[in-house]
């Protein structure tokens, strides 16, 4: 009954080439889903400035619940690549199914609580009862479509996990695309379309995000034949969800970290003014540009590494770890010598400020070099999850964010002023990189050898 879809693709064949074709389909996939965003964020702006101070309190909010669907459709990612690798079928049908399940049954929790905290909860992120009124507009919507947003995620990572990345970035795409043309339609009310304003923006959402839920589960089930239709024994479940959750909770948590790390160092820098803050704001959604390779080709990187590790192909991870290391120095050196090239023409296309300005020629001056560090951090805490050591992944991102990035902030601020914090941020990502790449390795050897 073995039906020979879910191959492992990515234990054979040239290492570079594999990675280079998984990673250029991933980054635009990527790229995508900003536009996504961007498009959101452009049309509900000609609303008005509430509307779009609505549509900005919504971000960080959906950004934790992202945050907590992607630990879990890595946590797929990461122990469905391995047992494809080892070529168990039933096992890979039964992670996939039952990831699925999982990942609805969280929805459901988190709507249901998501529905009935909408006011509280954003009058303590300090949005205005008026501002308030629009995001209930929003969420309300957005918590309903909740499913087709989270469990596409999963799904997409498992069809990822099969070595397949151009199927995700093909499904993220047609998102965008029913996105920006349903956008206008629905928030003006174009033709026959009622004009909705920022509801029309949250169903506009929903919708194209059902057209992906639909898309992903079509290929899960009818083309790679992941999905399985037999009622398993509960303990088969239980089982399937233990081995997700313990890779995907951690990387949750590393992920949940991160935004709050962020605000902290917001905080530090609004003590410069708001018009550092906004420089600031600026370079933080520049980093995510620059590092935007570099994060696709962690993603399509877990799979490759887990359908070797599950096939027992040593030196083929080996070498895989060596090249994109290798690549994701080269790559983000030539990334800096753009950012540092032009940071004055850069900084002068946000804004006009001159106090704007200078806070990111400043940022741009002392950390994109970093990133050639922070690129080989993503790598390794991305190989960790997949051999599964997600404990020690996460431990890194502590080191960088708790021990390296924010006391070296709090004591560069006070002995150099923005300068200081700037350099810190550069700081934690140099060390936490050579760390994590040592810390890889050495979990490797011990791997090769069990």
């Known amino acids: 009954m073995h039906h020979k879809k879910s191959t492992a693709k990515l234990i054979e064949g040239p290492i570079g080439k594999t990675l280079t074709k998984m990673t250029i389909a991933m980054t635009l996939g990527m790229l995508g889903m900003v536009a996504f965003n961007l498009v959101d964020t452009f049309f509900v702006g000609k609303l008005g400035t509430d509307q779009l101070a609505a549509l900005s309190f919504t971000f960080p909010v959906i950004l934790v619940i992202s945050s907590i669907a992607l630990g879990l459709a890595l946590g797929t990612s990461a122990v469905i690549s391995r047992a494809i690798g080892e070529g168990d079928h039933h096992k890979v049908q039964r992670l996939t199914t039952d990831s699925l399940l999982l990942a609805f049954i969280i929805v459901i929790g988190f709507v249901t609580i998501g529905l009935f905290t909408i006011e509280p909860l954003f009058k303590a992120l300090g949005a205005t009862s008026k501002i308030i009124s629009y995001i209930k507009i929003y969420m309300k919507i957005w918590y309903i479509g909740m499913p087709f947003v989270v469990v596409p995620m999963v799904g997409n990572n498992a069809i990822r996990a099969t070595g397949d990345a151009n199927t995700p970035s093909i499904i993220m795409l047609i998102a965008v695309c029913v996105n920006t043309i349903l956008d206008p339609l629905l928030i003006f009310g174009i033709g026959p379309f009622p004009e909705l304003g920022i509801k029309g923006a949250a169903i506009a959402t929903v919708i194209s995000r059902f057209t992906t839920f639909s898309v992903a589960l079509w290929v899960l089930a009818k083309r790679e034949k992941m999905i399985s239709f037999d009622i398993p024994g509960i303990t088969e479940i239980i089982n399937s969800w233990k081995q997700i959750l313990f890779i995907g909770v951690p990387i949750a948590g590393a992920r949940i970290i991160i935004p709050i790390t962020i605000g902290i160092i917001t905080r530090m820098v609004s003590s410069y003014g708001v018009k550092a803050v906004a420089g600031f704001g600026v370079v933080s959604r520049l980093e995510f540009f620059s590092l ?55 900084a002068g296309i946000f804004n006009d400020d001159t106090q ?24 390794s805490t991305t190989a960790l999850n997949v051999m599964h050591k997600p404990l020690q992944s996460v431990s890194l991102t502590i080191i960088q964010m708790f021990i390296l990035c924010i006391p070296l902030a709090l004591l560069g601020s006070h002995l150099f002023g923005l300068t200081g914090i700037f350099a810190s941020v550069a700081l934690s990502y140099i060390i936490s990189g050579i760390i994590s790449r040592i810390v890889l390795l050495s979990y490797f050897k011990i791997e090769i050898r069990s």
């Not at 887990?306 to 290798?326: C, E, F, M, P, W």
């Not at 940022?363 to 070099?369: E, S």
């Open 356 to 379: 704007v300005i200078s806070t990111i020629v400043l940022y741009l001056t002392i950390v994109p070099l970093s990133y050639t560090m922070k690129g080989i951090f993503l790598l």
């Open 292 to 346: 935007v390779v570099i994060h696709a080709l962690s993603s399509v990187f877990g799979p490759f590494i887990g359908q070797n590790l599950g096939a027992k192909k040593y030196d083929r991870v080996h070498t895989a770890i060596n090249i994109s290391h290798r690549f994701s120095i080269l790559w983000e050196i030539a990334v800096w010598i753009i950012l540092f090239s032009f940071r004055n023409t850069i």
